[in-house]
């Protein structure tokens, strides 16, 4: 039997800190991404999703690649199954995902990688690494979000010349458009990844997902719009806590203002 056959092409660990790794682990083949593998992976962000001991998510690729996109060798099995089933679907359930989730990327992010690396809500990526978009160049219509998410962080123009030529765009130069948040070694790729989880793990669990899910919620909306939306979700978030929530509010504060105050 074939020794990838045997093992698990998507691998999931939590942590005791409420910190869960997800890995592509496919490293014979970049980790490129069979139709089963594509099931697991969505099934694993659902999964987590609904694990209250889960707080962040980090995904990452085993081997020298994050994802080199879809396995091309079953590409009708990939792009002719139910590709419109959203419990099937990674870019799916990482999007209804609550729980935020840190990319951490080494190599290459091709194509569908390059689209599951930009479902992520903060990309932390190894010196060297390189996103690429192939869909122009093997004849493949993007349907995870590419057309529409890359130019809308980093400029259309450049998102342009970078589908358009199918030309790789590094780490370095993504991290300067605002699309990658860190650029380190290699070897502290995941060191990096763990301290951004870990600052989010020490906040409020019910305001860190209900702050995500209002940013990506208001990025799909012309600003005025997503202005109100803030206000409406603060005031139902407001009116919805109790005298015993307000006090406690008032005690932390006060106990960090004591604490500032002790140090000067």
């Given at each position: 039997m074939d020794r990838?056959?045997?093992?698990?092409?998507i691998l999931v660990n939590r942590h005791p800190n409420g910190v869960a790794l997800v890995t592509i682990n496919r490293p014979g083949s970049l980790n490129s991404l069979t139709r089963p593998m594509m099931v697991d992976l969505?099934?694993?962000?659902?999964?987590?999703?609904?694990q209250d001991s889960v707080r962040v998510i980090i995904l990452t690729g085993s081997g020298r690649s994050f994802?080199?996109?879809?396995?091309?060798?079953?590409a009708e099995d990939v792009f002719k199954g139910d590709v419109k089933d959203p419990e099937s679907d990674p870019v799916v359930q990482m999007e209804l995902c609550r729980k935020p989730i840190i990319g951490a990327i080494r190599g290459f992010a091709v194509t569908a990688?390059?689209?599951?690396?930009?479902?992520?809500?903060?990309?932390?990526?190894?010196?060297?690494?390189?996103?690429m978009d192939t869909h122009a160049r093997f004849g493949i219509f993007p349907s995870w979000g590419l057309s529409q998410k890359l130019s809308r962080i980093i400029g259309v123009n450049k998102a342009r010349e970078v589908s358009l030529t199918a030309s790789p765009l590094t780490a370095e130069v993504a991290e300067k458009l605002g699309f990658v948040n860190h650029v380190v070694e290699?070897?502290?790729?995941?060191?990096k990844s763990r301290e951004i989880a870990d600052a989010i793990v020490k906040n409020n669990h019910d305001l860190v997902l209900r702050y995500k899910?209002?940013?990506?919620?208001?990025?799909?909306?012309?600003?005025?719009?997503?202005?109100?939306?803030?206000?409406?979700?603060a005031h139902d978030y407001y009116n919805g806590m109790t005298k015993e929530q307000f006090r406690k509010m008032q005690e932390f504060i006060a106990g960090r203002s004591s604490k500032k105050q002790s140090k000067l």
């Open positions: 990838q056959s045997t093992e698990k092409l969505a099934q694993a962000f659902k999964t987590l999703d609904r994802c080199s996109g879809v396995d091309l060798t079953a990688g390059f689209e599951i690396a930009l479902a992520c809500d903060i990309l932390v990526a190894a010196k060297g690494s390189k996103f290699e070897g502290e790729l995941l060191k899910a209002v940013i990506n919620d208001g990025i799909k909306l012309d600003l005025g719009r997503a202005l109100f939306l803030e206000k409406e979700r």
